[in-house]
């Protein structure tokens, strides 16, 4: 499993949105500043966590962004597989479960491979927004 600088940016923007959750709206331009993304990248990331209904967009001259479900309603590996795809590091997990079933020669290798996709979604699938952001530094 590899996640993207794109990722890894949708995860910062949405942890700063948790930040502000849920009394504020925040301009793309002040994540930008905050967590020091480019701007630019960073709209396109907004409107791919917007089209997924993670977050919503306001207009206006207050406008900006914000979640749009609480903070520990929104999980990790939710958004990685939103932005990055698949969490297996071959494939993905159906995928690989067909080949540890149909080959038998190199089960243990696909087994394997299973194996670190489950314990890496176990992980993400449990973590959300709001345990980064509420986590001691």
Same mark, same amino acid.
């Given at each position: ?9 949708? *995860?910062?923007?949405? #942890? ?6 849920? /009394?504020?709206? #925040?301009? =793309?331009?002040? =994540?930008?500043? +905050? +967590?020091?993304?480019?701007? @630019? &990248? *960073?709209?396109?990331?907004?409107l791919d966590?917007?089209?997924?209904? %993670?977050?919503? /967009? ?15 309603? %929104? ?11 698949? *969490?297996?590091? &071959?494939?993905?997990? +159906?995928?690989l ?7 038998? @020669? ?12 489950? $314990? $890496? ?6 973590? /959300? =927004? ?8």
């Amino acid at each position: 499993m590899r996640i993207s600088q794109r990722g890894l940016y949708a *995860l910062q923007a949405l #942890t700063a949105l948790a930040r502000q959750h849920p /009394s504020g709206v #925040t301009r =793309i331009r002040d =994540i930008a500043a +905050e +967590e020091r993304l480019p701007e @630019k &990248f *960073l709209e396109n990331i907004l409107l791919d966590l917007k089209r997924a209904r %993670i977050v919503v /967009s306001v207009r206006g001259a207050h406008g900006g962004y914000q979640l749009n479900r609480a903070p520990a309603e %929104i999980f990790l590996g939710d958004v990685i597989r939103r932005i990055d795809g698949p *969490l297996a590091p &071959f494939e993905d997990a +159906e995928s690989l479960r067909r080949r540890v079933q149909q080959d038998p @020669k190199h089960r243990p290798l696909f087994q394997v491979l299973l194996d670190v996709r489950n $314990a $890496a979604a176990g992980i993400l699938d449990h973590t /959300s =927004i709001a345990d980064l952001c509420c986590s001691p530094n």
